[in-house]
């Protein structure tokens, strides 16, 4: 059996759709971030101790992780051991980055990556407050500019006079009441 729409159908279909996403409160959506929404601040880089490890770190971590992913078998013990074939050397521990994470590193290694695991939600784009707009101070109102102390001008005339005929206490520049002057 073959249904076939036409392009009002269609249309109407989407449009119920639509509708609905908005009553069931479909979140709106906000400018994308570059890298989606684990682009990291400025400063830090994903670690990428594994494929998908998107904990933000400086870029100097990111490049030791990588060492320490090349190398990780120079820290365990070749035969094996309590931990089977992920039993590292003494003086090294698993590196415990994220759940698995049996790469030997040292002590201090672990702990930066505690750390890193620890600070990762402030170091996300996305969990930064919006900047907020600086408020500026009010301005004064702006004076006309031929009018100075007491409604007069510079020049010590009212600026439109009465606009009466023969009222020539008034500064023609300024005025827009024209006045007829006797000949």
Same mark, same amino acid.
Request: proline share 11%; hydrophobic share 35%; aromatic share 6%.
């Given at each position: 059996?073959?249904?076939?729409?036409?392009?009002?159908?269609?249309?109407?279909?989407?449009?119920?759709?639509?509708?609905?996403?908005?009553?069931?409160?479909?979140?709106?959506?906000?400018?994308?971030?570059?890298?989606?929404?684990? @682009?990291?601040?400025?400063?830090?880089?994903?670690?990428?101790?594994?494929?998908?490890? @998107?904990?933000?770190? @400086?870029?100097?971590?990111?490049?030791?992780?990588?060492?320490? %992913?090349?190398?990780?078998?120079? %820290?365990?013990?070749?035969?094996?051991?309590?931990?089977?074939?992920?039993?590292?050397? $003494?003086?090294?521990?698993?590196?415990?980055?994220?759940?698995?994470?049996?790469?030997?590193? @040292?002590?201090?290694? /672990?702990?930066?990556?505690?750390?890193?695991?620890?600070?990762?939600?402030?170091?996300?784009? /996305?969990?930064?407050?919006?900047?907020?707009?600086?408020?500026?101070?009010?301005?004064?109102? $702006?004076?006309?500019?031929?009018?100075?102390?007491?409604?007069?001008?510079?020049?010590?005339?009212?600026?439109?006079?009465?606009?009466?005929?023969?009222? /020539? %206490?008034?500064? /023609?520049?300024?005025?827009?009441?024209?006045?007829?002057?006797?000949?």
């Amino acid at each position: 059996m073959t249904i076939m729409a036409s392009g009002a159908a269609l249309l109407s279909l989407t449009a119920a759709l639509a509708g609905s996403a908005l009553a069931l409160g479909a979140p709106a959506l906000a400018e994308p971030l570059p890298y989606g929404p684990d @682009t990291c601040i400025q400063g830090f880089v994903w670690r990428e101790a594994r494929g998908g490890d @998107t904990v933000c770190v @400086t870029p100097a971590t990111r490049d030791a992780t990588a060492q320490q %992913n090349a190398n990780a078998a120079q %820290n365990r013990e070749p035969n094996g051991g309590a931990y089977g074939p992920a039993t590292c050397k $003494p003086g090294f521990v698993w590196r415990e980055a994220f759940d698995g994470d049996v790469v030997c590193v @040292t002590p201090a290694v /672990r702990s930066q990556a505690a750390s890193d695991n620890a600070a990762a939600g402030s170091r996300y784009q /996305r969990n930064q407050p919006v900047p907020t707009p600086v408020a500026q101070p009010p301005q004064p109102e $702006p004076q006309t500019p031929y009018e100075g102390p007491s409604g007069y001008d510079l020049d010590g005339r009212k600026p439109c006079g009465t606009g009466l005929p023969g009222d /020539r %206490n008034f500064d /023609r520049d300024f005025c827009e009441i024209l006045v007829d002057q006797p000949s």
